[in-house]
């Protein structure tokens, strides 16, 4: 298991980017893959990888997760 900082940023479709909700996360996973799998069971495979970010944005709603490994 490696041990992951994660700056998770929620867009919601009304506010859009106006307003992004931050969250620093701390997690062990195998993988950044893994944890998407595991909080995104039915979306997981939509991510978008960009070095160490991923992305997922539906229309409505957008999700990014910036991973650290510590």
């Not at 106006?18 to 939509?46: C, G, M, N, Y």
């Not at 960009?50 to 910036?66: A, H, M, P, V």
Request: proline fraction near 6%.
């Amino acid at each position: 298991m490696k041990e992951y900082d994660i700056l998770y940023t929620y867009y919601n479709g009304c506010a859009g980017e106006a307003f992004p909700v931050r969250t620093i996360l701390e997690a062990e996973a195998p993988s950044p893959e893994a944890f998407l799998k595991e909080r995104h069971p039915l979306d997981w495979q939509k991510f978008t990888k960009e070095g160490n970010l991923y992305s997922y944005d539906t229309g409505f709603l957008k999700f990014t997760y910036e991973f650290t490994e510590v």
